[in-house]
């Protein structure tokens, strides 16, 4: 069950062309001990109040001038992000209370008010309402943590390989090139070594968001595991512009670290390979980028792009 205060704390937007009835509403809610009430006697600035303001509750008349109940009902209803409807509609129509419900209403409450009907179904309306909005906002934590990782806030592997699958699909029909960019840390392991894990978590933390930095919104930077990173380039129109993003990228991760007493520079390698030349499937690009990651570990240069006779000779090793 909710607490009190909660309820009491909720907003709530009255809405009703009569300014007496507006005033009577907010007057029985006001001694009721709400907190954060509005009201409007124009029909017509309710979606666009709703859409700054997000009530917990829209107490609406149904019969208004210019833009009566069932219109803005339909109004609210045009709002995307909007899946529960927070409307609880005022009416002496008998025949407009299954209607309006039938629209999209949660409740009602007939005209003329009856003070204990008034507190009860708006009292019950913001019950349902404030659970709905905690268990909304729980889902939403829940995705976070299942997709994301914990320590950095990116996504994690699960998510990456879904949106790579996407991308690769994309690339095919319009014919784009995408590149994966396998990252890892140079010596990370010393820093946890001798710093503690308290310190290479914020090396972590510090090499993501400058990694995110640099991310363009159809790009995906993930983290994979231990120091590793993986980066989906979407679209980076050949391969001088993707050498001009990867540097970029090494720059940035190679500027000195601030975590606690600690001042470290972090280098990195990173391989890369390219869709459709060096692999035309997910795992194919991620195994191909890494194989080039350790080519340009051992060598110390950066970053190096895969070779197709890297897989025979990987084949021949194993």
Known sequence: MMIGADILNASILIVDDREANVSLLHQILSEDGYTRVTTTTNSMEVCALHRRNRYDLIVLDLQMPGMDGFQVIEGLKTDASEDYLPVIVLTAQPAHKLRALQAGARDF??????????????????????LYKKLENYSKVLE???LHDST??????????????HAIALA????????????DLDRFKFVNDTHGHAVGDGVLKEVAKRLSQ???????????????????????????NIERIVGTLLKAIGQPIDVGDLKSVITASIGIAVYPADGITGEQ???????????A??????????????????EALS
């Open 152 to 165: 950095t806030g990116l996504p994690n592997r699960d998510l990456f390989d879904d949106r790579l699958t």
């Open 144 to 146: 976070q943590r299942t």
């Open 297 to 314: 570990k051992k060598h110390s240069c950066g970053f190096v792009f895969f070779e197709e006779h890297e897989t025979e000779q990987s």
């Open 172 to 183: 095919k029909r319009h014919s784009w090139m995408l590149a994966v960019m396998f990252l």
């Open 214 to 240: 640099y991310a363009r919104d159809e790009d995906t930077v993930c983290r994979n595991g231990g120091d590793e990173f993986l980066y989906l380039l979407m679209n980076p129109e050949g391969r001088e």
């Open 285 to 295: 690009l991620i195994s191909n980028a890494d194989i080039a990651m350790y080519r």
């Open 109 to 130: 409450i007939s005209k003329p008010f009856e003070l204990v009907d008034v507190t009860t179904r708006i009292h019950n309306m913001l019950e349902v309402r404030l």
